[in-house]
């Protein structure tokens, strides 16, 4: 770390540690010249902190918001960094999701507002897989104004490529940005594409957004509303008329940590400690009562009627293969 940037990190800590502080006094403890102390409290000044200065004979300086941690000093990449890393802590496979929530509620809360403002905007939607895929890596800088574009609700312009980012096949598309999404190891934009009238999810490694921005819209209603079953959806085939014909939902009496492994495509969401709702798709309806009667919980279906049908049908049979249809499940 560069020596004046470990002084202004020194600088601030001790501001924090009493509510003023006589220049000649931090000029001491820092082992430097109130000259330099003055240069250095501006330099926080420019950065967005609040340090006032008393008036009278010695001056001193006091830190105008109070934190139970002392002010953290980043520049705008490194917020960015922050925010991805901590918004999207939940797909590393460790149960650090709720965590790193209330890691990045806390930092958000000792960062100048300028820089409070950068973070804000960036909001992403997690879909997790338990197979995950290489990562595409994506600019920060991209995903930060395909981010704002969707809190903003602006119109975006952008290039894509269609194959590779070497620009060698790209187009300008214009889109209303709904959701920015992982989903297997890459970066998705869920859109409304204005030329094809259609919902689209675009690679986000492939875009490269165009400014100025184009107007505001007023968003329009997500297939089904659940982004997560969308974009599963999408890239499984259950969203198509020549994918899987049958999908269901039902809810679960097992935690979702317990569930997601064994989910293949589905999409899991947890409802409590002991509760999850799965939604899942299948070729047939039998198919799908068989393998979320594999799980060995309580099953509340939601819908639709089929797979009630196919459930009733499937403990038909198994009282048949019993050998008694007043079978039991703890086999009395």
């Given at each position: 770390m560069p020596k004046t940037s470990a002084r202004l990190l020194s600088l601030l800590s001790l501001l924090q540690l009493r509510r003023e502080w006589p220049g000649a006094l931090l000029a001491e403890r820092l082992g430097v010249s109130t000259r330099t102390v003055r240069r250095d409290v501006e330099r926080l000044r420019e950065l967005g902190y609040p340090v006032a200065a008393a008036k009278g004979p010695d001056g001193g300086y006091r830190l105008g918001a109070g934190t139970e941690l002392p002010p953290l000093l980043f520049d705008?990449?490194?917020?960015?960094?922050?925010?991805?890393?901590?918004?999207?802590?939940?797909?590393?496979?460790?149960?650090?999701?709720?965590?790193?929530?209330?890691?990045?509620g806390t930092v958000r809360q000792v960062m100048p507002a300028r820089l409070r403002r950068r973070i804000d905007t960036f909001q992403v939607t997690a879909v997790e897989r338990s197979e995950v895929r290489a990562p595409s890596p994506v600019d920060s800088g991209v995903l930060m104004a395909l981010s704002a574009a969707v809190r903003a609700r602006e119109t975006l312009r952008f290039d894509y490529a269609r194959k590779g980012r070497d620009g060698a096949e790209s187009a300008v598309r214009r889109a209303e940005p709904h959701h920015l999404v992982t989903w297997d190891g890459r970066w998705y934009l869920v859109a409304w594409d204005l030329e094809r009238g259609n919902w689209r999810t675009f690679r986000a490694d492939r875009i490269t957004p165009r400014t100025p921005a184009g107007p505001r819209f007023t968003p329009r209603a997500l297939p089904g509303g659940d982004v997560a079953a969308y974009i599963a959806g999408r890239f499984q085939g259950y969203g198509r008329s020549d994918g899987m014909p049958c999908r269901g939902e039902v809810v679960l009496g097992l935690p979702a940590a317990d569930v997601f492994p064994f989910a293949r495509d589905g999409v899991v969401e947890a409802l409590g400690p002991d509760r999850c709702r799965l939604v899942l798709g299948s070729w047939s309806w039998a198919g799908l009562a068989a393998a979320v009667g594999a799980f060995d919980a309580d099953i509340e279906v939601v819908g639709p009627d089929e797979l009630?049908?196919?459930?009733?049908?499937?403990?038909?049979?198994?009282?048949?293969?019993?050998?008694?249809?007043?079978?039991?499940?703890?086999?009395r």
């Open positions: 705008d990449e490194q917020a960015v960094a922050l925010a991805v890393a901590l918004g999207t802590a939940s797909l590393s496979g460790a149960a650090i999701g709720d965590a790193a929530a209330r890691a990045l009630r049908a196919a459930f009733a049908r499937l403990a038909g049979r198994c009282a048949a293969a019993a050998g008694q249809d007043g079978w039991q499940p703890d086999g």
